[in-house]
């Protein structure tokens, strides 16, 4: 550092050299007296004391700059250098509560908000566990940041809720923390990992009979199954369906899509329109069409998946020649408890794992569902949903009584690497069948675009075009029948036989047009 006047200017500045590059702190010592010619000439008195004074001040910053060089006070000299203004850098502690406030083009969903609100505050207690002298989140070290995501990776996660956890602390730090180079990010030059993906299955023509079966009964959740199935929209989507949205009339629903904010434009197929004319013939003064499950979607979307997955896992175990799985065999409490507690100890430290262990201990205790919601203050769906899983996931009877939901390790597969099981038939799913069956009866993938919102085409292609083989074979068949030999050429034999056998001499011309046409399509 060096000290230096400036022309245009009536105060005294430091001179600060950073990343090769020179810059000038105000010390905030007025200049006095007259200036020399040069700032190594002596001046007249009230010069030279003003020189003392920014002396002084110079020294005294350096000093600082010296005693921290790498610590939080140089950091912020550093980006004060940078914007030109003060700066503050936010409390670890609150890191979760800075990211709610950065500013977005659109809020984020509550359920991916409280996620991520949830895994920030993992990563807050976890670094003031282990580097306790980073109270604010710059004082982050690069070396606590790998460590925390090794952390991670042992908690053996899936690589995409890892890479999720990754994107999220580099992209907070770059947000809260944008005043220096990317170097500075701890997280910056970590690696995404390879993940595995897992595709919703379609369903047959077989398995939507049955489904439409299975909960042809079920005032409450058959109309949200029969939207998703006609028109592939997206779980809230289809519980939230306003009136304002359909116009029966025209036949087309026009939705503002929650997830991506597109308009599409479906029209009403006739089953859907008559589940809509029912819906209409009772309705309330509720703006939205299913006013029960909208109702449930906003309170416990989880209400809503289990009831779909039971409708599913019904029809599905209807056609299956297998029967119904057998439950669980009665297990002794100790052990019951000791499964739970390894699998939630797998799941880490997080509310929901909080609430799971709260709702199975009052459980346990010998609480029905009623005392259970009233002691933990979860919702009917929340306890069921929790029981569910442990039962499933330990393999240990836990559900007392004869009202079991059916079992949905049907509609579940294993994960190579990963906590949880991956879906393959759930809502989504009739999205991706929607879209196959679409794609396989040769609707252009622009209309197809417009029902789904989707902005891109590969998107499409990769995650929902998911024909079974013998579909796709015969799709070929049909769209390529010069490539596939003497098979292809048998409808056009037998069509020009019909011609010739049917033919007149009144039709003499017509059908040579015909019979050209045919030979020309061999």
Not at 49 to 54: D, F, I, P, Q, Y
Not at 289 to 298: H, K
Not at 303 to 318: E, P
Request: net charge positive; proline share 4%; aromatic share 6%.
């Amino acid at each position: 550092m060096a000290l230096v006047i400036k022309r245009t200017s009536s105060w005294w500045y430091a001179l600060f050299k950073s990343n090769g590059r020179r810059r000038a702190i105000n010390l905030k010592v007025r200049i006095e007296g007259t200036r020399p010619a040069s700032i190594g000439d002596t001046g007249d008195d009230a010069f030279e004391r003003s020189r003392g004074k920014a002396i002084e001040a110079h020294d005294q910053l350096l000093r600082k700059f010296e005693e921290d060089r790498t610590g939080e006070r140089a950091l912020k000299r550093l980006a004060e250098l940078k914007v030109g203004r003060e700066v503050t850098f936010p409390k670890l502690a609150d890191l979760a509560d800075h990211w709610n406030k950065i500013p977005r083009r659109k809020a984020p969903d509550g359920q991916y908000a409280n996620q991520c609100r949830l895994r920030l505050k993992r990563f807050a207690t976890w670094v003031a566990e282990h580097q306790s002298d980073a109270t604010e989140f710059v004082a982050v070290k690069p070396e606590t940041a790998k460590a925390f995501m090794e952390a991670e990776a042992k908690r053996e996660v899936s690589p995409k809720t890892w890479n999720d956890m990754l994107k999220l602390l580099r992209a907070t730090f770059k947000h809260l923390h944008p005043h220096l180079s990317d170097g500075s990010n701890p997280f910056h030059g970590l690696v995404t990992k390879a993940t595995e993906t897992v595709n919703r299955e379609p369903f047959t023509v077989e398995e939507l009979k049955a489904i439409i079966e299975a909960c042809a009964n079920d005032d409450f959740i058959r109309p949200v199954i029969v939207t998703g199935m006609c028109t592939a929209m997206r779980r809230g989507d289809c519980c939230l369906l306003k009136w304002s949205d359909v116009d029966l009339a025209a036949g087309f629903l026009s939705v503002k899509t929650a997830k991506t904010g597109e308009t599409v434009d479906i029209p009403i197929f006739p089953t859907l329109a008559e589940e809509l004319a029912r819906a209409k013939a009772k309705a309330g003064t509720s703006e939205f069409s299913f006013p029960d499950p909208a109702l449930m979607y906003r309170s416990n979307p989880d209400g809503i998946t289990w009831r779909v997955k039971q409708v599913i896992a019904r029809a599905l175990d209807s056609l299956s020649p297998k029967g119904t799985p057998a439950l669980p065999e009665a297990t002794d409490p100790a052990e019951v408890r000791a499964r739970v507690e390894a699998y939630l100890g797998r799941l880490g430290d997080s509310a929901r794992v909080s609430r799971m262990r709260a709702v199975f201990d009052a459980y346990a205790g010998g609480a029905n569902l009623g005392q259970v919601m009233a002691t933990t203050g979860c919702s009917r769906g929340t306890v069921s949903n929790y029981l569910n899983e442990l039962e499933r996931e330990t393999g240990a009877s836990i559900i007392r009584g004869n009202r079991r939901g059916v079992k949905v390790d049907v509609l579940q597969r294993d994960r190579e690497n990963g906590q949880r099981r991956a879906s393959l038939h759930d809502f989504h799913s009739f999205r991706v069948t929607w879209i196959t069956l679409a794609l396989a009866a040769g609707v252009p993938l622009e209309l197809v675009q417009r029902v789904t919102g989707h902005r891109t085409v590969a998107v499409v292609l990769k995650h929902y075009f998911r024909p079974g083989r013998e579909d796709f074979k015969q799709v070929l068949f049909k769209a390529m029948p010069n490539m596939l030999g003497a098979t292809a050429l048998a409808p056009a034999k037998v069509n020009m036989r019909r011609i010739i056998e049917r033919m007149t001499h009144r039709t003499l011309k017509k059908d040579r047009v015909r019979l050209l046409g045919l030979l020309a399509s061999i």
